[in-house]
T-cell receptor, first 113, second 112 residues
Framework: KAGVTQTPRYLIKTRGQQVTLSCSPI?????VSWYQQTPGQGLQFLFE???????NKGNFPGRFSGRQFSNSRSEMNVSTLELGDSALYLC????????????FGQGTRLTVV | GDSVTQMEGPVTLSEEAFLTINCTYT??????LFWYVQYPGEGLQLLLK?????DKGSNKGFEATYRKETTSFHLEKGSVQVSDSAVYFC???????????FGKGTLLTVNP
């Protein structure tokens, strides 16, 4: 079956702009999570959605937001981009059961100039 | 809060050498433990997992045992290959907060 699909794969934006990233989970998976990966901070949790509800949010400023649609697809938005937002943004989907693994997409590489 | 500590890299080995990457964790309750691998330019792939104490996860020659008494989940492989070169992440999920907590990652380079 198809894996987690993230679009676009690469983005270059200018400081102050906003950006929207998209994630399509594996069919049947209703939990979608987002992570930011940088060389300095490693992998940091952004937020998690299930059935269009945000169940947990990481320690990021309000410029980072997300949503989930009724078909489980998810988007995240970053407004007023800063140079420090340059990172690989990873989306993961999973079945909503304790101990089940998360399946990751290939990520969106965001560069802010 | 939850945390994962894994050995700093980079780790450089010759082909067929023995690999150990140490991982210890702090968590409330009984977390599930995972090893993920990331190849250059790719997302994360699950390598193996263990969901309760004394479970051994294994895949592609890699193994890790969930040790509750030492709060550890060390990754081992008896004979590494060049194709194992990647970044390895130890992670936990405690099931109550709907997120994975990752270690910093260990870069493994295997030379022929």
């Amino acid at each position: 079956k198809a894996g987690v699909t993230q679009t676009p794969r690469y983005l270059i934006k200018t400081r102050g702009q906003q950006v929207t990233l998209s994630c399509s989970p594996i069919s049947g998976h209703r939990s979608v999570s987002w992570y930011q990966q940088t060389p300095g901070q490693g992998l940091q949790f952004l937020f998690e959605y299930f059935s269009e509800t945000q169940r947990n949010k990481g320690n990021f400023p309000g410029r980072f937001s997300g949503r989930q649609f009724s078909n489980s697809r998810s988007e995240m938005n970053v407004s007023t981009l800063e140079l420090g937002d340059s990172a690989l943004y990873l989306c993961a989907s999973s079945l909503d059961r304790q101990g089940t693994e998360a399946f990751f997409g290939q990520g969106t590489r965001l560069t802010v100039v | 809060g939850d945390s994962v500590t894994q050995m700093e890299g980079p780790v450089t080995l010759s082909e067929e050498a023995f690999l150990t990457i140490n991982c210890t964790y702090t968590a409330t309750g009984y977390p599930s433990l995972f090893w993920y691998v990331q190849y250059p330019g790719e997302g994360l792939q699950l390598l193996l997992k263990a969901t309760k104490a004394d479970d051994k996860g294994s895949n592609k020659g890699f193994e890790a045992t969930y040790r509750k008494e030492t709060t550890s989940f060390h990754l081992e492989k008896g004979s590494v290959q060049v194709s194992d070169s990647a970044v390895y992440f130890c992670a936990l999920s405690d099931g109550s907060n709907y997120k994975l907590t990752f270690g910093k990652g260990t870069l493994l380079t295997v030379n022929p």
